[in-house]
């Protein structure tokens, strides 16, 4: 029943791995500094909506400070450290306040470079450079973006809020837990495609499976904490529930809920010594990722003792990986958080797709059918993933582009507004107010260019600390 999969979530998932390797490839991409240095240490850090950086270089065990300050705005790094932050978030227990990522060279003249990363749960964060201490509104803006018990806030958080008379949204107790209720909008997507299955209903059950998190059963684990207050640190040894099929398959198992694990885990504990399973949680598109990439499994079975448990397999699988998908952006209509959706809908870095069908030569994006009759389509449908295309109507061709160049042809068209995915949660906005908008972030970027100037002397290049 067991295998041995990459870690889930506490210790780097399969995800969580690739997106710190990618913060690594892109401080090596940036780094302006003489060869034969050991580890460079580059500490990262949310705050006043910027993310800023720190860079200490180790030479021969001297350490030695280097760049620091914020990121560019432009930087294609951002994405990836939100992406990281939001793989680490725990409901009831929040994400980390920075982060730490650590790239060792060793063999030059051609080193052999490893990357780890370090996550800070409850310390307070330093300050890097010019950009002041950490304020009530920094906790505000971090309990707002991953919520926290009381209990889970750190003290100093707390005065700090207290100190300037801001009240802090804390989450419910409840929350707190590797238990509870945790994707049942995953579950209810598997339960429509029981009563009636087709592509349709598994393009539904997936467009639910790219967002959020689920539960994986890691019972008989060897599980470390980590120093940094993670559940499951570095040290972990990760043992990850697989389920044999009738048919010869080999299936990775994930729940939407606690009582779907322990009813499982009921069926078929084989370890007298536990009397419960042991549960960690995984962002569910880093759970199809994994699959994706390891071909030990032939899919993902959802709620494997229930009634409606859903089989999705490999095929389905790795072509919503090979797609693009702004789970950023989904997230944010699921949350009803109207900024995240317009600071995902403008972020340089992601993407947006389109629905099409062809007519004769062309092809033509579908748009939103109108109420009035008689009216004519005036709102282009756009899409956060190939998944949600699909969902709508499996017969249409998925393109793929960045969403500048998908709100630039918006622009460029006689469409009204752009409604983004066309089953709910969805939102539509007026192509006038896209392009009052875009002008306003273009003209930013213009201005903090010029404003930035030349890069502080240090240990990264262009593309990294600004303003230091």
């Not at 302006?32 to 240095?37: A, D, F, K």
């Not at 500490?43 to 760049?67: C, M, N, S, W």
């Not at 500048?404 to 969805?426: E, W």
Request: net charge negative; charged share 25%.
């Amino acid at each position: 029943m067991t295998s041995e999969p990459q870690p889930a979530f506490g210790a780097p998932t399969t995800g969580e791995r690739e997106l710190v390797a990618r913060v690594g490839e892109w401080v090596m991409s940036v780094l302006r500094s003489e060869p034969g240095w050991d580890a460079m240490l580059v500490e990262f850090k949310p705050q006043g909506g910027r993310v800023h950086l720190r860079v200490i270089e180790d030479r021969g065990g001297v350490a030695t400070p280097g760049a620091a300050g914020p990121i560019k705005q432009d930087s294609a790094v951002l994405e990836t450290l939100t992406e990281l932050q939001r793989s680490c978030y725990v409901p009831g227990r929040g994400s980390w306040f920075s982060a730490s990522v650590t790239i060792t060279a060793k063999g030059w003249p051609e080193p052999e470079l490893s990357t780890t990363a370090s996550y800070h749960f409850h310390d307070l964060p330093h300050v890097y450079a010019q950009e002041g201490p950490y304020t009530a509104q920094d906790v505000l803006a971090q309990l707002e973006a991953f919520p926290r018990t009381r209990e889970r806030t750190p003290e100093w958080a707390v005065e700090l809020a207290e100190q300037a008379g801001v009240e802090l949204p804390f989450a419910d107790s409840a929350e707190d837990a590797s238990g509870g209720d945790i994707h049942p909008r995953l579950r209810a997507a598997a339960e429509a495609y029981t009563r009636e299955p087709g592509e349709r209903a598994m393009a539904r059950a997936l467009r639910e499976a790219l967002v959020g998190t689920v539960l994986l059963d890691v019972s008989g684990s060897d599980l470390v904490p980590g120093e940094d207050g993670q559940p499951v640190g570095p040290e972990s040894h990760i043992r990850v529930q697989t389920v044999s099929q009738a048919d010869g398959t080999r299936a990775l198992a994930v729940y939407t809920s606690a009582e779907q694990a322990r009813e499982m885990f009921s069926r078929s504990n084989r370890n007298e010594e536990l009397a419960e399973p042991v549960l960690l949680r995984q962002r569910a598109s880093a759970t199809l990722e994994m699959v994706a990439k390891d071909r030990q499994y032939d899919e993902v079975v959802v709620d494997p003792a229930s009634e409606h448990a859903l089989r999705i397999p490999r095929q389905q699988i790795e072509w919503v990986a090979r797609s693009p998908h702004n789970e950023a952006l989904k997230q944010a209509l699921l949350d009803s958080n109207m900024s995240g959706v317009l600071g995902a809908l403008f972020n340089p870095g992601g993407h947006l797709l389109l629905g099409t069908r062809e007519q004769g030569e062309n092809a033509v994006p579908v748009m939103v059918q109108p109420s009035q009759e008689g009216a004519a389509p005036d709102t282009l449908l756009v899409f956060t993933s190939a998944a949600e295309v699909a969902a709508l109507d499996p017969q249409l061709t998925v393109r793929s582009a960045p969403t500048r160049q998908i709100l630039d042809f918006v622009l460029d068209s006689d469409a009204a507004a752009i409604c983004i995915n066309a089953i709910a949660p969805v939102t539509t906005l007026p192509t006038e107010q896209l392009r009052e908008m875009l002008e306003l972030v273009t003209q930013h970027e213009k201005d903090l260019a010029e404003s930035q100037g030349e890069q502080p002397e240090g240990s990264t290049g262009d593309d990294a600390a600004s303003g230091a």
